[in-house]
């Protein structure tokens, strides 16, 4: 089995607990997520299968979406609701401030995220130092906020949030950090990933789904083939003549790519009779590969030329 499930993580469970749930219900031991989702965070969690985990340098995972709560009020140290209050204050801001202040958290920007994160230092998360009551400087980032819309008023003076937003960004770190900007303490009430990548809540299937279509026999049907996240990249057809040199990974003359040649640094995914094997570049005058995965048939007639 290999391919992608696009599954919608429950709060309250780690990442690492959907894989190991998956993985399972697979039967797969190459079983692993293209990007973590904090326990206390719901929504999408893609999750790779079989040989599908060596595709993982090559997926758009850059822009996620989500929708989070942003709670003004208060301030906790893991910059969310399971914390503990460090401040708290009640100048609320109103959303004509929110939205100007958040503006000012677009582009570019630095986030210094909390203790209670999963950067490594020293090959340790921070949150476990943090549980084991160690202290250490948490390193500056620099991430990219595509935007952030502020859509309206919720409960006890939370805020919703609307954000687009690069790789490695903390939406919590957000809230923290536009409380700072408003002039009163906030933290973040709840968060759902709606998009990652190419995945979005529509392909999504939760943990319950997934465990009644293993039931009956039905999982792989809902697996998302292994093209599917990569399809940014230029589809290249291997004629049937070099279906030998296919199969040894050889290497394939660069003649047999139409039109213009493309730069050694680009990546392309590769099929031969409509079937995807993985991903070449050229080297010279020849394609030499970066990744190859057995045949595994294109769900979609049009993979190859899209």
């Not at 599908?52 to 997926?59: H, I």
């Not at 490594?120 to 943090?130: H, M, Q, S, V």
Request: contains cysteine; hydrophobic residues 35%; glycine residues 10%.
């Amino acid at each position: 089995m290999n391919g992608f499930f696009n599954i919608l993580k429950p709060t309250g469970m780690s990442s690492a607990a959907v894989v190991a749930v998956m993985r399972r219900l697979t039967g797969e031991k190459r079983t692993g997520h293209a990007g973590t989702l904090d326990p206390e965070a719901a929504g999408v969690l893609p999750i790779m299968v079989g040989k599908a985990t060596r595709l993982f340098d090559y997926l758009v995972d850059k822009e996620k979406e989500y929708e989070a709560v942003c709670a003004f009020g208060s301030r906790t140290d893991t910059q969310d609701a399971t914390g503990t209050v460090l401040e708290t204050g009640d100048r609320y801001p109103d959303l004509e401030l929110i939205r100007e202040k958040a503006s000012e958290l677009t582009g570019e920007i630095r986030q210094t995220p909390s203790m209670f994160s999963a950067i490594k230092i020293g090959g340790t998360p921070l949150y476990t130092r943090a549980r084991r009551g160690e202290t250490v400087e948490v390193p500056e980032r620099i991430v990219t906020v595509n935007s952030i819309e502020v859509k309206g008023i919720e409960p006890e003076h939370g805020v919703a949030l609307r954000v687009c937003c690069g790789k490695g960004t903390y939406i919590r770190t957000l809230c923290d950090d536009l409380g700072k900007k408003c002039g009163c303490p906030a933290h973040m009430r709840s968060l759902v990933r709606t998009r990652s990548g190419v995945f979005t809540m529509d392909t999504g299937l939760t943990l319950d789904e997934a465990r009644e279509l293993a039931s009956s026999g039905n999982l792989a049907a809902r697996m998302l083939p292994s093209d599917y996240p990569i399809r940014h990249l230029r589809a290249v057809e291997i004629p049937g003549k070099f279906a030998r040199q296919v199969a040894s990974g050889a290497k394939i003359p660069a003649e047999i790519i139409s039109g213009d040649l493309p730069e050694e640094t680009e990546y392309l995914r590769v099929y031969l009779n409509g079937v995807f094997w993985g991903i070449m570049h050229r080297s010279a005058d020849s394609l030499v590969w970066n990744v190859q995965i057995s045949p595994e048939p294109v769900r979609e007639k049009t993979a190859a030329g899209d």
